[in-house]
């Protein structure tokens, strides 16, 4: 740098900062979440920090006769700020439904809520998660998200998110449909890579369109159709 002008070494420092910070969103967004998906506010896509429905009350008075399933009568959501996202079209799209979504969640603070919703352990419900933008999947994850839903069908939507976990993710997804017999994985990232316009300007939470997309893609594999009485 010594025989640079100083306005050159001015542009170089200002480059390297800037794929510095880059670096770091990709490696250590699982630790540092800030630098991950909770950065939706300053994009043009506003989010809550929550988004929660009241219908779990609702849902523990709901017969769990499951001897005869041909549909699902409880429906339950849980994921990060994706969950959000599509919070307000999927409880429209499906009366009933209880959602349970937070900024930056990972999957292992997922795991904890499992016991507020131990009601939905039956042939009746549909599990949905919406998890792994914000950090790492590992097994361990997916075994504690499963075993409390046993009886259930748990439905993993993958990841579409330029972070160096997507792969992995995804993998790991995919590899687990071999070691549970409940679980579908639901192949978000299949079709979303074709369609940037369903992004906003972080390249990982969803314009209206991205929201119908995804709904649309939850509701296209559900096993059975959805009628919650509440």
């Known amino acids: 740098l010594k025989n ?6 001015k542009i170089i420092i200002v480059s390297t900062t800037i794929l510095s910070f880059l670096f770091l969103m990709g490696i250590f967004g699982k630790s540092i979440p800030i630098l991950s998906t909770s950065l939706v506010n300053n994009y043009k896509i506003e989010l809550a920090n929550e988004y929660k429905t009241d219908n779990n009350k609702e849902n523990k008075e709901i017969s769990n006769d499951d001897s005869n399933v041909n549909e699902y009568n409880k429906m339950l959501l849980i994921g990060d700020s994706l969950a959000i996202n599509i919070g307000e079209e999927i409880t429209n799209r499906f009366n009933g439904i209880t959602v349970d979504g937070k900024v930056s969640r990972q999957a292992y603070e997922a795991v904890d809520l499992l016991g507020n919703y131990e009601n939905y352990n039956t042939k009746n419900s549909a599990i949905i998660y919406v998890l792994g933008t914000n950090g790492v999947l590992t097994e361990e994850n997916i075994k504690n998200l499963i075993e409390p839903f046993q009886n259930a069908d748990i439905y993993f939507v993958n990841v579409k998110v330029p972070r160096v976990w ?8 995919e590899n687990s449909k071999e070691k549970y017999s409940n679980i ?47």
Do not use: C
């Not at 640079?4 to 070494?9: A, G, H, I, N």
């Not at 997507?166 to 997804?173: A, F, S």
């Open 4 to 9: 640079l002008s100083p306005k050159r070494k």
């Open 166 to 173: 997507e792969t992995n993710n995804n993998k790991l997804l």
């Open 184 to 230: 579908t994985v639901i192949d978000w990232y299949s079709l979303a890579k074709d369609h940037p316009e369903y992004f906003g300007n972080d390249n990982v939470h969803l314009k209206e369109n991205g929201v119908i997309a995804m709904v649309d893609l939850i509701q296209d594999n559900l096993k059975y159709d959805v009628k919650i009485d509440i």
